[in-house]
T-cell receptor, first 113, second 113 residues
Framework: GGIITQTPKFLIGQEGQKLTLKCQQN?????MYWYRQDSGKGLRLIYY???????QKGDLSEGYDASREKKSSFSLTVTSAQKNEMAVFLC????????????FGPGTRLTVL | GEKVEQHESTLSVREGDSAVINCTYT??????FPWYKQEAGKGLHFVID?????DRKQSQRLIVLLDKKAKRFSLHITATQPEDSAIYFC????????????FGAGTRLKVIA
């Protein structure tokens, strides 16, 4: 088995601040994802990385940057935090090829003051 | 693009009864339909999936049905137990590739003992 670790668990920032969320997986998966979960809504894909040197935008990439530092880690940066961005950010990983089970981390809850 | 609608936002059933959660999708090209469970304060956990080459799949107490003509798929949880209480999300792969899923808004299932 494996595990996905997200840090920090809670992140409080100021409006306009640049904030970074980190994700590590030890499944040895090629593909990693960042999703945003707003209360009462489904998950929306922000960025994904099919392999270590790849970066792809999801449907919600505006206002975010991502970086795949190595196979096991994938970071997400909120470039300028906005009050309407209070949400839970979920990282996931899967095997190469897609159409497969994604393994999720516990999430980072972002609050913008 | 693909849209996934999850019809029940909340569902309450008595322990031992069956629960059914229904989803519809819009893109006839979608071919992969996973279901995820989210317990309070945790990330999503894969429960079962179905691919478009079959119309039924069962894993222990979970049954997934797929009606491609109606663009509808459903999760049936039989002999429900209190630990089945959680939020369930359906998803479908998008027409832009195997790595992008569109999620429904979630169904909060409560199993009453």
């Amino acid at each position: 088995g494996g595990i996905i670790t997200q840090t920090p668990k809670f992140l409080i920032g100021q409006e306009g601040q640049k904030l970074t969320l980190k994700c590590q997986q030890n499944f040895n998966h090629d593909t990693m994802y960042w999703y945003r979960q707003d209360s009462g809504k489904g998950l929306r894909l922000i960025y994904y990385s099919i392999t270590e040197n790849d970066l792809q935008k999801g449907d919600l990439s505006e206002g975010y940057d991502a970086s795949r530092e190595k196979k096991s880690s994938f970071s997400l940066t909120v470039t300028s935090a906005q009050k309407n961005e209070m949400a839970v950010f979920l990282c996931a990983s899967s095997i190469l090829g897609g159409n497969a089970e994604q393994f999720f981390g516990p999430g980072t809850r972002l609050t913008v003051l | 693009g693909e849209k996934v609608e999850q019809h029940e936002s909340t569902l309450s059933v008595r322990e031992g009864d069956s629960a059914v959660i229904n989803c519809t999708y819009t893109d006839t090209a979608s071919s992969y339909f996973p279901w995820y469970k989210q317990e309070a304060g945790k990330g999503l956990h894969f429960v079962i999936d179905i691919r478009s080459n079959v119309d039924r799949k069962q894993s222990q107490r979970l049954i997934v049905l797929l009606d491609k003509k109606a663009k509808r798929f459903s999760l049936h949880i039989t002999a429900t137990q209190p630990e089945d209480s959680a939020i369930y999300f359906c998803a479908a792969n998008s027409n832009t590739g195997n790595y992008k899923y569109v999620f429904g808004a979630g169904t909060r299932l409560k199993v009453i003992a």
